[in-house]
T-cell receptor, first 112, second 112 residues
Framework: AQSVTQLGSHVSVSEGALVLLRCNYS??????LFWYVQYPNQGLQLLLKYTSAATLVKGINGFEAEFKKSETSFHLTKPSAHMSDAAEYFC??????????FGTGTSLTVIP | NAGVTQTPKFRVLKTGQSMTLLCAQDMNHEYMYWYRQDPGMGLRLIHYSVGEGTTAKGEVPDGYNVSRLKKQNFLLGLESAAPSQTSVYFC???????????FGDGTRLSIL
């Protein structure tokens, strides 16, 4: 069975500080992994995806994530937080490409 | 380029009433999904479809029915609404292969 764990339902960072949002997955086979962002009253937008090519994946808005098989992790990072990064972030895993399993989300607050 | 469109955007129902949520996509995607989003629980899959005329149950299908009579549309029905079905409902679609999902902006449904 697939599952995704996002550690920390709320993360606060200062503007300009490093953003680190954690995601761990459980999967019996190499999965496909995604990070989505959700702004208030909107749907989810794709930030980046890992599909077994490079382990370091670059996404939109300066975000990137590294796939670490040994740690079963796919943490999301951004070197310098911006006020516009405040949103809800979801990690998702897919094995066969049909069904997706989402984490419970991490709400990011950026402090000016 | 509309992407995924959900109607209505807001609705208030009384317990026991029925209604249908409509999802339309203009990307010729094979796969379509209905999720519900509740605080602290992330997105939970209600039903999904892998092609026109097909439907399958997800994680939380009870109390809901779906139909995919046309490739571009995926309907979610509530037969007899209950307060526990108060939620934000998201529709998503994706193409074949390991592609990410594209989401609508959601339908906010309150059951009184």
């Amino acid at each position: 069975a697939q599952s995704v764990t996002q550690l920390g339902s709320h993360v606060s960072v200062s503007e300009g500080a490093l953003v680190l949002l954690r995601c761990n997955y459980s999967s019996s086979v190499p999965p496909y992994l995604f990070w989505y962002v959700q702004y208030p009253n909107q749907g989810l937008q794709l930030l980046l995806k890992y599909t077994s090519a490079a382990t370091l994946v670059k996404g939109i808005n300066g975000f990137e994530a590294e796939f670490k098989k040994s740690e079963t992790s796919f943490h999301l990072t951004k070197p310098s937080a911006h006020m516009s990064d405040a949103a809800e972030y979801f990690c998702a895993v897919s094995k066969a490409g049909n069904q997706f399993y989402f984490g419970t989300g991490t709400s990011l607050t950026v402090i000016p | 380029n509309a992407g995924v469109t959900q109607t209505p955007k807001f609705r208030v129902l009384k317990t026991g009433q029925s209604m249908t949520l409509l999802c339309a996509q203009d990307m010729n995607h094979e796969y379509m999904y209905w999720y519900r989003q509740d605080p602290g629980m992330g997105l939970r899959l209600i039903h999904y479809s892998v092609g026109e005329g097909t439907t399958a149950k997800g994680e939380v299908p009870d109390g809901y029915n779906v139909s995919r009579l046309k490739k571009q549309n995926f309907l979610l029905g509530l037969e007899s609404a209950a307060p526990s079905q108060t939620s934000v409902y998201f529709c998503a679609s994706k193409g074949t292969g390991n592609q990410p999902q594209h989401f609508g902006d959601g339908t906010r449904l309150s059951i009184l």
